[in-house]
């Protein structure tokens, strides 16, 4: 479905259990535009990875308004997230220690590492009614146009 204002959907979402919908929206989108299984992978992962962030640390376990939109462009998909959760900027939290053995880790703590690794951009700012916007960006790698000659 197409959106005013570039965005290509909207989702609503307040639990756990709209999770399944808007990784089936992700895959969606990600069919529209041609992108590569690889940017499906990474952009579900980082999307959930938010989601469930949002949830279980913003929200504390419990349900709270989640406004997603995606917006595609022949090189790039855009998904933002937005909250009304205490504010949150994940850029305040410590680097995870990555170099050290998974004995010696303390458990989580990862999750915003892993988002930032799989993802070409990640912002964050606050809502403007407060809460939280964060907007995951993934590239879309061009794909050869058929029949074109590669030198």
Not at 38 to 48: P, T, W
Not at 92 to 103: F, N
Not at 123 to 128: D, F, I, L
């Amino acid at each position: 479905m197409t959106r005013p204002g570039g965005c290509d959907a909207l989702f609503r979402a307040t639990a756990m259990s709209d999770l399944p919908a808007l990784e089936a929206l992700i895959e969606r989108a990600c069919t529209r535009v041609g992108a590569s299984a690889e940017v499906l992978s990474e952009l579900r992962l980082a999307v959930e990875e938010v989601f469930t962030n949002i949830l279980r640390h913003g929200y504390r376990s419990s349900t709270g308004p989640i406004t997603v939109t995606v917006t595609t462009t022949p090189l790039a998909i855009a998904v933002t997230l937005a909250d009304a959760a205490p504010d949150f900027d994940p850029a305040s939290l410590a680097v995870p220690d990555t170099s050290s053995d998974w004995q010696g880790r303390q458990v989580g703590g990862l999750g915003w590492h892993l988002v930032h690794q799989v993802m070409d951009e990640v912002r964050r700012a606050p809502g403007s009614h407060g809460g939280n916007v964060y907007t995951l960006v993934k590239k879309i790698r061009a794909r050869p146009t058929p029949g074109a000659l590669i030198s």
